[in-house]
């Protein structure tokens, strides 16, 4: 079975450095996708950054780039520049294509960035 | 706005009457997701659609929750009989995704919050 684990419930960060926030993933299946979403207080997911799990380079996508090192089945996000507005509950989900996962994501229980002035 | 609508955004009802939530998705995506997401957790996955075929429905927490999608444009999701733990955010996500390949994001609605009294 697809699993993913967020072992942090919740992380502090001065504004403007950066931060790293760790997942790691267990899965059976080769093909796979990694996801971050950003949920802020209002709610609504906001997608953050995709990795394949074919792909050779790590994602990144503005300030957030994606740590994946498959043969330890990670997946850490890392947001660099912190700012106030990045204070929000962050969730790493996945994606499986073969397996019967039908493409529905499965997520962790996320962590809680705080971001201090 | 083109994003992912729910209707409505907040559901206050009494234990044992029915409720329907509608979920708009983004008029070219030809996949929808219904998750749930309980306090201190992530979404979990309950039923998804390809267009108006529900694919996967073995996940709906109970035979009280039930999905449609008619047309393929619009779906809805009904809970039966409400129950104080079935109280959540109800989250729905679309996707254009014809071939069930891992990287094409899911994009989310703000969510329906029920709260059963």
């Known amino acids: 079975a697809q699993k993913i684990t967020q072992t942090q419930p919740g992380m502090f960060v001065q504004e403007k450095e950066a931060v790293t926030l760790d997942c790691t993933y267990d899965?059976?299946?080769?093909?796979?996708?990694l996801f971050w979403y950003k949920q802020p207080s209002s709610g609504e997911m906001i997608f953050l950054i995709y990795?394949?799990?074919?792909?050779?380079q790590n994602a990144t996508e503005g300030r957030y780039s994606l740590n994946f090192q498959k043969a330890r089945k990670s997946a850490n996000l890392v947001i660099s520049a912190s700012q106030l507005g990045d204070s929000a509950m962050y969730f790493c989900?996945?994606?499986?294509?073969?397996?019967?996962?039908?493409?529905?994501?499965?997520f962790g229980k996320g962590t809680k960035l705080s971001v201090k002035p | 706005d083109t994003g992912v609508s729910q209707n409505p955004r907040h559901k206050i009802t009494k234990r044992g009457q029915n409720v329907t939530f509608r979920c708009d998705p983004i008029?070219?995506?030809?996949?929808l997701y219904w998750y749930r997401q309980t306090l201190g957790q992530g979404p979990e996955f309950l039923t998804y659609?390809?267009?108006?075929?529900?694919?996967?429905k073995s996940r709906l927490l109970s035979d009280r929750f039930s999905a449609e999608r008619p047309k393929g444009s619009f779906s809805t999701l009904e809970i039966q009989r409400t129950e104080q733990g079935d109280s959540a955010m109800y989250l729905c996500?679309?996707?254009?995704?014809?071939?069930?390949?891992?990287?094409?994001?899911?994009?989310f609605g703000p969510g329906t919050r029920l709260t059963v009294t």
């Open positions: 996500a679309s996707s254009l995704d014809p071939r069930g390949r891992a990287q094409y994001e899911q994009y």
């Open positions: 899965t059976s299946d080769q093909s796979y996708g």
């Open positions: 990795q394949g799990s074919y792909d050779e």
């Open positions: 989900a996945m994606r499986g294509v073969l397996g019967g996962s039908q493409g529905n994501l499965i």
């Open positions: 008029s070219e995506h030809n996949r």
């Open positions: 659609f390809q267009n108006e075929a529900q694919l996967e």
